[in-house]
């Protein structure tokens, strides 16, 4: 849920929604589309739900042998014997704390596909482990849906109590 | 055979009109020569709705004088009912009150709309006198 000054910022940031404002901007009590005003700032916005998976979803996804086989290098990636050494590049360390993570949570079946920081995870792996169709693919088990702002939290967004309008 | 005749009157409390946000609108009636009646109130959001509901209250005074000023409830006006417009657009919210023959003066208060204006209106069917013949 955004908040009010976040959802005040998407509307300044977006010439439709100020235009709709600014239609109504001198009208002594402005009745502004709330409505209106909300799918345009609504365009485009996405979000994902928290979908927990292992490492048998993992394979599923990107087939067989593509699946096993990352499955397989996530665990060597993420093995003591990957362990960077004293001196390794921060993006070494990185990669590899990374993959010990994931590797941990698919072991558990707790791997939030959904989450974004995870997401930004497989990110990470696109080169190293994963190629970009299959981080897609990954990401796919946890679609982006549409992510609408409420009308009812643009209208309080806009308005002040007197009427006026906060924007 | 007799036959009992009722003699009623339409009052107005509250004609239709738009409440701003953040206004409050009163009226009262003097019910001290009436035997009761029928209460309608209407509350009506705008195509863009306000951000908080505006409420309609019925209070009643127990003054055997005259009606008293009109004000919030307290000392003087007893709340006896109240309800809420909502906040969803174009809502059109219609009620209805019973006033018992007790009542000496009635008031009816719209107020706690915030962002946008409402359309509010009050009123009152009341019985003046009974006979029979």
């Known amino acids: ?157 806009i308005l002040a109590d007197d009427g006026s309008l906060l924007v | 055979m007799t036959t009992t005749t009722l003699t009623k009157n339409p009052r107005t409390v509250i004609a239709s009109a738009s409440n701003a946000a953040g206004a409050t609108v009163r009226g009262a009636i003097d019910l001290r020569t009436a035997q009761g009646g029928i209460l309608t109130l209407r509350i009506t959001n705008g195509g863009t709705g306000p951000t908080a509901q505006c409420v309609g209250r019925v209070m009643i005074a127990h003054d055997s004088g005259t009606t008293p000023a009109t004000g919030a409830a307290g000392a003087t006006w007893k709340q006896v009912f109240y309800f809420g417009g909502g906040t969803t657009a174009n809502a059109d919210t219609w009620i209805s009150f019973e006033a018992p023959e007790g009542a000496m003066h009635l008031q009816v208060e719209f107020s706690g709309n915030t962002g946008q204006a409402v359309t509010v209106e009050a009123y009152f069917g009341e019985v003046t006198s009974e006979s029979t013949a």
Request: glycine share 6%.
């Open chain 1, 1 to 157: 849920m955004l908040t009010r000054a976040e959802i005040q910022a998407l509307i300044l940031a977006t010439p439709a929604a100020m235009a709709l404002l600014d239609a109504v901007r001198s009208d002594p009590a402005p009745v502004p589309d709330t409505v209106a005003i909300a799918e345009a700032i609504s365009a485009g916005r996405t979000r994902t739900e928290s979908r927990l998976i292992g490492d048998g979803e993992v394979s599923l996804a990107l087939g067989v042998p593509a699946g096993p086989l990352f499955v397989m290098s996530l665990e060597d990636a993420a093995s003591d014997a990957s362990r960077p050494g004293p001196g390794a590049a921060s993006e070494e360390i990185e990669l590899f704390a990374t993959a010990r993570q994931a590797w941990r949570s698919l072991q558990k079946g707790a791997f939030d596909i959904g989450d974004s920081s995870v997401r930004a995870a497989i990110d990470l792996f696109v080169g190293a482990l994963l190629n970009a169709n299959q981080a897609a693919s990954l990401k796919a088990l946890s679609p982006e849906i549409p992510d609408p702002v409420p009308e009812f939290d643009v209208r309080c967004a």
